[in-house]
């Protein structure tokens, strides 16, 4: 039975479906559709006053190379894709989706195991991307500059890593599309970042806090990361309480070389305390979220605000929030907790989405094999082809 405007179908995880069709504008879908029916689901659907998206749906390879040959890309400013197994799922960073109190503890158990190989890092975000290649999770999103590998994750559930393979081959695939939204300077992208970036030096410094913490010890972090002797003030607010960017980064491994890999990193927090107390915190969020282009500089010189502080601006506190849960003040961090929607590719205002009917999904995969496009492809580690071989020779 049809639900909410055909988008979808009766869900075995109805919430899980309903939060999906709430913040995205379409879910992934439990029964067959028929293939007349495909065409149905390819309307403009408005999410809400910010957001109207438009799915297509690929039945097989060629009809993904025809619809990708239509979107806009330059090497200056290029198109980064993002395939996942369930259309279901909400594009939230692992290390994020429970508890963030446990994503400083996460860093801390990984990095008493392997501190050599993370000093060794030029950064927070080398750090982050070493851990992610490794598996453990982060608040970095992984994207690829190659739509046939975002259609490889679309559509095959990764055996090293997956563990609803089974699951997630009876979904609906999906493939989110970015692209940095700065039409007037293509060549000069405002949210595509490079590994070196202060932008995103400060989002990646902040993986390392705990759940609550103050500014001095973010600037602190930021400070070491960066070599920099900058005052805390000088740190970009917005980019603490709501950000998101595209960070291109060194090819330096093949997994990152073979997948064309690239990150969103992103950011979502409060304020929870100024000079110590509660009052005006929640005030001063509002603030900064409605006028993101706000430095700490600029908070201190407005008579509203700058007052509250007096001479301890580093005891302005943050806290780590549960992006998605109904449960945050500021309901935007319910809706778009990372400020998303911001680098969704759109034309004429539309998100552009791909859908993959579950039934499809073997073919493509069959389909994507004749251009290597394989999970040892994807994985080139030795424990991933070697499991490849195995299973291709079927010992």
């Known amino acids: 039975m049809l639900v909410n405007m055909g988008i979808g179908l009766s869900m075995t995880k109805v919430s899980d479906f309903d939060k999906a069709l709430r913040l995205k504008g379409y879910g992934s879908y439990e029964n067959k559709v ?13 999410v809400d006053n910010d957001l109207s998206v438009k799915p297509k749906v690929i039945t097989c390879l060629r009809d993904y190379i025809d619809f990708i040959s239509t979107l806009e890309s330059s090497y200056e400013n290029p198109v980064f894709y993002r395939g996942q197994g369930n259309a279901n799922y909400l ?4 290390s994020l989706r429970k508890n963030p109190a446990n994503e400083r503890r996460m860093i801390e158990s990984f990095e008493r195991r392997f501190s050599n190989e993370l000093n060794s890092c030029e950064n927070d975000m080398a750090r982050l991307v070493l851990m992610q290649h490794y598996g453990l999770g982060t608040r970095a999103l992984d994207i690829s500059e190659n739509p046939l590998a975002a259609l490889y994750f679309a559509c095959s559930p990764m055996k090293k890593f997956n563990t609803n393979r089974e699951s997630e081959k009876s979904e609906w695939g999906e493939i989110t599309i970015f692209k940095d939204p700065d039409e007037e300077n293509e060549k000069k992208p405002y949210d595509l970042k490079q590994i070196h970036s202060s932008t995103v ?19 602190m972090e930021w400070k070491k990361d960066r ?29 990152i070389k073979n997948q064309q890999g690239a990150f969103i990193i992103v950011n979502a927090n409060e304020v929870l305390e100024i000079n110590g107390q509660e009052k005006n915190a929640n005030n001063l969020t509002k603030y900064l979220l409605e006028n993101e282009y706000i430095n700490f500089h600029d908070v201190l010189d407005n008579p509203k605000w700058g007052n509250l502080f007096v ?10 929030i549960k992006p998605y849960s109904g449960k945050n003040t500021c309901k935007i961090f ?3 907790p990372f400020n998303l929607r911001r680098i969704f590719y759109k034309k004429d205002g539309v998100q552009q989405v791909v859908l993959i009917p ?13 251009f290597n496009i394989t999970e040892d492809f994807i994985y080139p580690d030795m424990d991933c082809v070697a499991n ?8």
């Open 227 to 255: 070599n920099y002797m900058h005052d805390e003030k000088f740190i970009q607010l917005r980019d603490i309480i709501r950000r998101s960017v595209i960070v291109r980064v060194p090819q330096n491994n093949p997994r």
């Open 358 to 370: 579950p039934e499809r999904k073997d073919e493509i995969v069959r389909e994507l094999s004749r």
């Open 334 to 336: 319910d809706i778009d």
């Open 34 to 46: 028929s293939q007349n029916d495909y065409k149905n689901l390819e309307k403009v659907v408005k």
């Open 201 to 219: 030096s400060i989002i990646s410094s902040t993986a390392f806090m705990k759940k609550e913490f103050n500014l001095w010890e973010l600037g």
């Open 388 to 395: 490849e071989i195995n299973e291709r020779i079927n010992i």
């Open 311 to 320: 001479n301890n601006s580093w005891e302005l506190k943050f806290g780590k």
């Open 91 to 94: 594009i939230n960073p692992s």
